[in-house]
């Protein structure tokens, strides 16, 4: 199966002629066969099959100390009720963003816990037209 990994924008020399963040991610995603997050305000998520996607919705406060950790949380907490890695590291990412847009300027890495139930919510009511959100 794939895995999921998350990287800052320092990747390895040898993808250092690449031109932009897209390109890096999909070349880093097809040679460790795995979805790749790269992190910033435009984060980049690929896949090793070539899908991309940019996410544009982090705001400059998720530079802080442990909200890293943070997103990964979510993504694993995605992948283990069953989202494939390429959709569980893109929601993953969305969540992040909007929690912390939320809590707004000041943000610590521990704020964001208290941000997520109010995203998921917000996502689940978007999605009552098609039915009930899962609850576990």
């Given at each position: 199966g794939?895995?999921?990994?998350?990287?800052?924008?320092?990747?390895?020399?040898?993808?250092?002629?690449l031109?932009?963040?897209?390109?890096?991610?999909?070349?880093?995603?097809?040679?460790?066969?795995?979805?790749?997050?790269?992190?910033?305000?435009?984060?980049?998520?690929?896949?090793?099959?070539?899908?991309l996607?940019?996410?544009a919705?982090?705001?400059?406060?998720?530079a802080?100390?442990?909200?890293?950790?943070?997103?990964?949380?979510?993504?694993?907490?995605?992948?283990?009720?069953?989202?494939?890695p390429?959709?569980?590291?893109?929601?993953?990412v969305?969540?992040?963003?909007?929690?912390?847009?939320?809590?707004?300027?000041?943000?610590?890495?521990?704020?964001?816990?208290?941000?997520?139930?109010?995203?998921?919510?917000?996502?689940?009511?978007?999605?009552?037209?098609?039915?009930?959100?899962?609850?576990?």
């Open positions: 794939e895995d999921t990994l998350s990287l800052h924008d320092a990747l390895p020399i040898y993808l250092a002629f031109k932009n963040k897209a390109e890096k991610a999909l070349k880093a995603a097809a040679e460790a066969g795995a979805v790749i997050v790269l992190k910033g305000y435009d984060t980049v998520i690929a896949s090793p099959q070539g899908d996607i940019i996410n919705n982090a705001p400059a406060t998720l802080t100390a442990g909200t890293g950790d943070i997103l990964a949380g979510l993504m694993v907490g995605l992948l283990a009720r069953g989202i494939p390429f959709q569980a590291a893109a929601a993953g969305w969540i992040h963003g909007q929690a912390a847009s939320r809590k707004g300027i000041g943000l610590i890495a521990e704020d964001m816990l208290g941000e997520i139930p109010a995203v998921l919510q917000f996502l689940c009511a978007l999605h009552e037209s098609k039915g009930p959100c899962e609850q576990s």
